[in-house]
């Protein structure tokens, strides 16, 4: 058996330790993908499932898309690795230019970095930085918010708010404290985009700017619309209301849009669909389609040249990775802009979002069904949980859904979510939910 072969399917499963994976169960059943294109992967077998999750939220132009590939494959033979750290390559400039292009407002300085999380903490580094050198050291508090995702890193679990990534992991980081989460099911049921209760919980903030006084605290960040606990999208006018507190207190406040980002939500920024303006956006995934890693900040200007003083040859921020802004990363990076703005997919994506929600919540009666929320290309279905046995029905769905139903799908605990390329068509749209709603069925 060649083991060159990605499609050539591996006899020894142990070595390898996989993320955020039930190891054990994995390895007596895999789940083994060898290949892709445009909506579907394949198995090494040559079974084709639908890719119902856009890899995991990163694959937003769908899968060995050929304008990507041929830019990742002339990069490769080009320049493999300039030296980030005093040296420059021109791609890493202009991508960073295109992103800046993208977003909204004065964002307009762009730090690389190789992945969602570590975006989260250069992030979180900036803000200290920033107020420690306009001379304001004492603000060092950080508040995220409860159900927050904000990747793995020690800066990211401390202000996430998923009790499994935290709690194994000793104490973290001090001076955090947390906004309480913005889902209520009784008052937000069945939601399709933004729901309408639940802005004044944005004014827990000053809350907490009571307790500790605004002096201490640097900075809030949130998801937009938290991804990773279940999708919870902001109800109406909760992050109008959370920026203007932030902005009486001096706070920066700053989206991590690691999901949000580059058309989920029929945007290239949630900020731009929200109509508000964060001093930082971190971003990841959608930037290359998830063919290359690669993540980044984007910074406002005024932030951004706040750290433009000192000596000239004197380095203004002591921080940075080997592969910020790697050649390959950012060749993938243009490639997947250009796609994404020849096809139009991120207005794409807003032009589907009532067919998606539509399909979605159709699947409201089907046994087990708690909840349905469908906001851009994203659904997530909560399904109640087996007595005794939390995620097992969940666990079950996805597994069923890979091997018997030609799906791949994602669950948070028993939430059933599905994001898939924003390519998809309305008739994919249509098998989508009709193997949602057979996965449903057969773990009923
Ligand atoms: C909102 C958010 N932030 C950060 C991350 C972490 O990104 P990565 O896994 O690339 O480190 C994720 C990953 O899903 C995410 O959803």
Sequence with gaps: MSTGSSAAAPNDLAAYWMPFTANRAFKA???????????????????????????LWCCNAGHQRDEIVAAIQAQ??????????????????????????????????????NSGSEAVDTALKIALAFHNIRGEGARQRLIGRERGYHGVGFGGISVGGIVSNRKFFGGLLTGVDHLPHTYDRAHQGFS?????????????????????????????????????????????????????????HGILLIFDEVISGFGRLGFAFAAERYGVLPDMICFAKGVTSGTVPMG???????????????????????????????????????????????ENLFARAL???????????????????????????????????????????????VDHAFHKADILLRATGDTLVATPPLIISQAQIGELAEKMAAVIRAVA
Aim: with cysteine; aromatic share 8%; hydrophobic share 45%.
């Design 296 to 342: 980044g900040v984007l910074v406002r200007k005024g932030l951004h040249d706040t750290f433009m003083r000192g000596p000239d040859h004197a380095i203004e921020l002591f921080h940075g990775y080997t592969y910020s802004a790697h050649p390959l990363a950012c060749a993938a990076g243009l490639a997947t802009l250009d796609l994404y703005a020849r």
């Design 351 to 397: 032009g589907l979002e009532d067919t998606f929600g539509d399909a979605l919540q159709a699947l409201a009666d089907l046994p087990h069904v708690l909840d349905i929320r469908t906001i851009g290309l994203v659904a997530a279905i909560d399904l109640a949980p087996i007595e005794g046995s939390p995620g097992l029905r969940g666990f079950k769905a």
């Design 29 to 55: 059943a895999p789940r083994m993908i060898a290949r892709a294109k445009d909506m579907h992967y394949f198995t090494p077998e040559g079974r084709a499932v639908l890719d119902g999750v856009a890899g």
């Design 192 to 248: 399709r985009g933004e729901p309408e209760w639940g802005a004044h919980l944005a004014d827990e903030l000053e809350r907490i700017v009571a307790l500790h006084d605004a002096s201490t605290i640097a900075a809030v960040i949130i998801e937009p619309m938290a991804g990773s606990t279940g999708v919870l999208p902001p109800p109406k006018g909760y992050l109008q209301r959370l920026r203007a507190i932030c902005d009486r």
């Design 76 to 113: 490769a033979s080009e320049l493999d690795f300039a030296p980030p750290f005093q040296f420059g390559h021109p791609k890493a400039f202009a991508l960073a230019t295109r992103i800046a292009d993208l977003a909204p407002g004065d964002l307009d300085h762009v730090f690389f970095t």
